[in-house]
């Protein structure tokens, strides 16, 4: 059981920054790709960011640019710079982990909170 740990979440104005972090326990983090996602209210939790066990990053759309996504497997963290933010990054964020090898392996952080307000 791979246990994850969201951090850093809160209230920003327009244009401000942000670092999430995830800390992971339980696992080799070195086998698994770790990802960012997030869900609005009303809305379906979606793709933010991913990474691979090397560190190549893929981002959506809307945050390349603005954010991004490291990992440091000797620490067991995965991190989220975000910058220029805009009230449309309000969400719940979540941290998540996904064995390249065994895909029954697949774990959620409990999410934490962004609210990008004036």
């Known amino acids: 059981q791979v246990q994850l740990v969201e951090s850093g979440g809160g209230l920003v104005q327009p244009g401000g920054s942000l670092r999430l972090s995830c800390t992971a326990s339980?696992?080799?983090?070195?086998?698994?790709?770790m990802g960012w996602y997030r869900q609005a209210p009303g809305k379906q939790r979606e793709l933010v960011a991913t990474?691979?066990?090397?560190?190549?990053?893929n981002y959506e759309d809307s945050v390349k640019g603005r954010f991004t996504i490291s990992r440091d497997n000797a620490k067991n963290t995965v991190a989220l710079q975000m910058s220029s933010l805009k009230p449309e990054d309000t969400a719940v964020y979540y941290c998540?982990?996904?064995?390249?090898?065994?895909?029954?392996?697949?774990?959620w952080g409990q999410g934490t909170q962004v609210t990008v307000s004036p």
């Open positions: 990474i691979t066990r090397d560190g190549s990053a």
């Open positions: 998540n982990a996904q064995h390249q090898f065994l895909s029954q392996y697949n774990y």
């Open positions: 339980g696992g080799i983090v070195a086998l698994y790709a």
